[in-house]
Every structure is written in C-alpha cells, then in structure tokens.
C-alpha cells in the first residue's frame, strides 16, 4: 500500500519562501506520476504542480508559475515543492498525491490520483 508523508510546511511572512517535501512508501516510486494540490477553508482542491514519474515533464498552475517548483528525487523516494516569493493567498493544506503509470504523462486533476498524503499547512502572513 502506498503511504504519503507530507512535511515543511509552517507559518511565514508575504515574500519568504518554504520547501515542502512529500515522502513516498510501499512501492517503487519511479512508477508513479506525482502531483501537489492545494485547499483553502471553504474552496475546492486546486492544481499546484505535478512531474511525470522521471521528473522530465513538469507543469505548474498559473497562479503559482514562476514562484513554485516542483520536483522528484527517485532516490531518496520524495517529491519537493520549492515555494518562493510566498503571499498571503497562498495559504492552504498543501497535499501530494500519486498516481500509478508506466508513461510519462502530467495530471492535474484530484480524481486522476490514486493516493493522497495527509497534508501540510501553509500560512502566510502579510
């Protein structure tokens, strides 16, 4: 059974920036296409960041292009969210999720995914 460990998240001023890591378990990792969504009180799961299961595609959501990175170490198991120039509408439980593939494929929706982690909060303060 896949298990996801979600850590790094925290409270933090407008502009600092967080590294969010999520550690995958009980399969091989390199199988699995990755994603990172997010949820506001009283919002929907939103898009962040997904990377194929080599990390040779990524893509990021509009609101976080060029502010957010992601990305995959098969190594030590874990996908990262590199968080930079935070802002307040920003805060939310981040989440990651994975999804079983043997191509290389992105995927930004929530019901794409097969298993989800238990998230981390996010605030940011202005």
């Known amino acids: 059974q896949v298990q996801l460990v979600e850590s790094g998240g925290g409270l933090v001023q407008a502009g600092d920036s967080l590294r969010l890591s999520c550690a995958f378990s009980?399969?091989?990792?390199?199988?699995?296409?990755m994603g990172w969504f997010r949820q506001a009180p009283g919002k929907e799961r939103e898009f962040v960041a997904a990377?194929?299961?080599?990390?040779?595609?990524?893509y990021t959501a509009d609101p976080v292009k060029g502010r957010f990175t992601i990305s995959r170490d098969n190594a030590k198991n874990t996908v990262y969210l590199q968080m930079n120039s935070l802002k307040p509408e920003d805060t939310a439980i981040y989440y990651c999720?994975?999804?079983?593939?043997?191509?290389?494929?992105?995927?930004?929706?929530?019901?794409?995914?097969?298993?989800w982690g238990q998230g981390t909060q996010v605030t940011v303060s202005s």
């Open positions: 990377t194929s299961r080599t990390g040779t595609k990524i």
């Open positions: 009980g399969r091989t990792f390199s199988t699995y296409a």
């Open positions: 999720a994975a999804k079983p593939t043997m191509g290389i494929s992105l995927h930004t929706t929530p019901g794409d995914y097969d298993y």
